[in-house]
């Protein structure tokens, strides 16, 4: 693909990144074309960089599934009003949950609607639910210890809660979307499939827009109907349940949490890569830039400003471990609110502590050395989602003006030696904003 070519494909993707950074110039220091792919200066962080970039083996799955083998195949439910709900579900039964149910609803901007163009499913609130079988909810416990090796929280007690119970008919289906975080502490959603006599519907959970995962819970191997199944995925992660073609699906929702009296996770170290890390850093000179690791998951303020460290996934909750392994501060900034209006631009940088707690924000420019383990080009890092458009009317004689907010959460660490330089170049950048710490 020629050079002009590609940038007709990057300007048909994102318009507002190409119209945005035409100059090379990009946030927080940054320079380049479009398709560069930026190294971090100096030998000590490059090395650090291409350490990191190894770390992703122990980063967890993104999304993962099959058999339940630790569930029995009858959950032995019961619905207060409906009474036992044998399974698979047939027509009568059906029907009769159904009128126990309420439309699923889903979430757009800051309401939430009913359309079911979007999403056709019909709801049912936990506290109505139980499970009579006493192997259902032991379970569901082994269940999460399983979860939480998979997806890099090793020996982390993981809780499974269950949301909603959710029943599917011919037709029922939800449109491409994202999690919400339901609970306190959610990194990610768990769907348990009893045995279900249904086509269609299957789960599909996508990654960087594209098909990653695809979950049919048992339907190619033909044991849906026989046995339970289930599938895994950050709550951030984008996925959508096809259109059920005929029959009925059943599923129960649960929210896979954190424990919310863990103040401190234990951490599982790696040896080598610790090694290989603190060897690295001691080749750092004094005055060296903080750098910085954009975070790959969509965070949002809630949980990182309760849970810190806490609300990291898979490759980033291992990389904060490292760090601490080898005496590192670390921090979190939202190094967002990076704005482009009409030539004019501005930069603000909100800082976390890595027990969540807000240590402040400042729009004083702050030079971060990003590192870049995974190869992302510069587009790739700013890109949609983490750019959003806002355009302003005319006013008096000027004509529409647009106004492009990027934002992305970052952990920014750097030797303990340098503690002290570098909080002063924080507190001096928080006091350049005009609201104040």
């Known amino acids: 693909m020629s050079d002009d070519e590609r940038g007709k494909e990057l300007y048909d993707q994102d318009p507002d990144l190409c119209e945005d950074f035409y100059n090379h110039e990009w946030p927080f220091s940054g320079k380049g074309d479009l398709d560069d792919i930026p190294a971090p200066p100096g030998?000590?962080?490059?090395?650090i960089s291409n350490i990191l970039g190894g770390a992703s083996e122990h980063s967890g799955d993104f999304s993962f599934g099959g058999q339940a083998v630790s569930l029995p195949p009858i959950p032995g439910l019961f619905v207060d009003g409906v009474g036992p709900v044998p399974v698979p579900l047939w027509d009568e039964r059906a029907q009769k949950l159904i009128e126990k149910c309420e439309k699923s609803p889903f979430g757009h901007k800051m309401t939430t609607k009913t359309d079911e163009n979007v999403r056709k499913s019909w709801q049912l609130a936990p506290e109505l639910v139980q499970f009579k079988t006493p192997q259902w909810t032991a379970g569901i416990k082994k269940m999460a210890v399983t979860i939480a090796q998979r997806l890099?929280?090793?020996d982390i007690p993981l809780q499974c809660v269950l949301y909603k119970l959710l029943v599917y008919g011919e037709g029922g289906h939800f449109v491409k979307h994202q999690d919400?975080?339901?609970?306190?502490?959610?990194?990610?959603?768990?769907?348990?499939?009893?045995?279900?006599?249904?086509?269609?519907?299957?789960?599909?959970?996508y990654r960087d827009g594209e098909e990653?995962?695809?979950?049919?819970?048992?339907?190619?191997a033909g044991t849906a109907t026989y046995l339970t199944h289930y599938a895994v995925h950050y709550a951030d992660a984008e996925h959508a349940v096809e259109k059920v073609t005929k029959g009925y699906r059943l599923a129960l929702v649960y929210s896979v949490c954190l424990p919310p009296t863990k103040l401190h996770l234990e951490r599982n170290p790696n040896k080598p890569m610790s090694e290989a890390l603190a060897e690295a850093i001691k080749t750092m000179k004094p005055g060296d830039d903080m750098f910085a690791l954009l975070l790959s998951h969509e965070y949002t303020k809630q949980s990182i400003g309760n849970l810190g460290s806490r609300a990291l996934k898979g490759l980033q909750f291992y990389i904060v471990q490292l760090f601490h392994e080898v005496y590192f501060y670390a921090s979190f900034g939202d190094i967002g609110d990076w704005e482009e209006e009409r030539d004019r631009r501005a930069e603000k940088t909100t800082w976390y502590g890595t027990d969540g707690g807000s240590i402040g924000s400042g729009a004083g420019k702050i030079k971060f050395n990003f590192l870049n383990s995974v190869g992302e080009t510069l587009s790739q890092m700013w890109q949609k989602p983490f750019g959003s458009s806002y355009m302003h009317g005319y006013m008096g004689n000027e004509g529409p003006t647009k106004e492009t907010t990027y934002q992305r959460y970052a952990i920014v660490a750097w030797p303990e030696v340098d503690d002290e330089e570098n909080w002063r170049v924080m507190v001096k950048a928080m006091k350049n904003n005009k609201g104040g710490p």
């Open 43 to 47: 030998e000590a962080c490059l090395k």
């Open 180 to 205: 919400t975080e339901k609970q306190d502490g959610m990194i990610a959603t768990l769907v348990v499939q009893p045995p279900s006599l249904h086509e269609g519907g299957d789960l599909v959970v």
């Open 212 to 220: 990653k995962h695809r979950h049919d819970f048992g339907k190619a």
């Open 152 to 154: 890099g929280y090793k």
